[in-house]
């Protein structure tokens, strides 16, 4: 079955580096988003993309953060300059169409800032 | 101060039991639900989606309600296995918005 696949799946990093979080989606998925969790709280959107653009974004991913679809398989997800409260568990997800609330998660990358 | 996370509302059922999950939506507007699954370590699985104009969708062992009037949901499991433990979460959409938000879930436990 296909499916979401994210690397690295822990990611320890100094305050003020940058990261990058790797996401190959499903391959015949035209939408494309970045989700995360905090340990212990909800699954907060980050935003969503769709044929090489932003289409939406929360008022987390500020300028901060970047996408980037450097190819036709890779989605990825750049942190400039992290912050102690970026830790969290970032999820990727794709989905077929744009109206489907069904979207397919990745196990998730774990990233830790110390 | 700070918060360290959220204290998560649990449900301990008895193998092959019912299990029913609540989830109190936060938008009048939203016009969208979705039920997910979390396992340990891993992501969000989708499990139902049910839009405004139905009060009730079933599929394979799950029936969600929608009650938009108090502007709540439910999950109901029938026969819950083992394999069913997890944390639940609900989530909704309004319009042609993109982005789900996700309630605080709660954590099922299946009792052998």
């Known amino acids: 079955e296909p499916e979401v696949t994210q690397t690295p799946s822990h990611q320890v990093t100094q305050m003020g580096q940058e990261v990058i979080l790797r996401c190959v989606p499903i391959?015949?998925?035209?939408?494309f988003y970045w989700y995360r969790q905090i340990l212990g709280q909800k699954v907060e959107f980050l935003v969503s993309f769709y044929n090489n653009e932003i289409s939406e974004k929360s008022e987390i991913f500020d300028d901060q953060f970047s996408v980037e679809r450097p190819d036709g398989s890779n989605f990825t997800l750049k942190i400039r300059s992290t912050k102690l409260e970026d830790s969290a568990m970032y999820f990727c997800?794709?989905?077929?169409?744009?109206?489907?609330?069904?979207?397919?998660f990745g196990e998730g990358s774990r990233l830790t800032v110390l | 101060g700070e918060s360290v996370g959220l204290h998560l509302p649990t449900l301990s059922v008895q193998e092959g039991d019912n299990s029913i999950i609540n989830c109190a939506y936060s938008n009048s507007a939203s016009d969208y639900f979705i039920w997910y699954k979390q396992e340990s370590g891993k992501g969000p699985q989708f499990i139902i989606d049910?839009?405004?104009?139905?009060d009730k969708r079933q599929g394979q062992r799950v029936t969600v309600l929608l009650n938009k009037t108090v502007k709540h949901l439910s999950l109901q499991i029938a026969a819950t296995q083992p394999g069913d433990s997890a944390v639940y979460f609900c989530?909704?959409?309004?319009?042609?918005?993109?982005?789900?938000?996700f309630g605080s879930g709660t954590q099922l436990t299946v009792l052998p």
């Open positions: 989530a909704e959409r309004f319009g042609s918005a993109r982005q789900l938000t």
């Open positions: 997800a794709s989905s077929r169409t744009g109206r489907t609330g069904e979207l397919f």
């Open positions: 391959s015949n998925h035209l939408y």
């Open positions: 049910i839009r405004s104009n139905m």
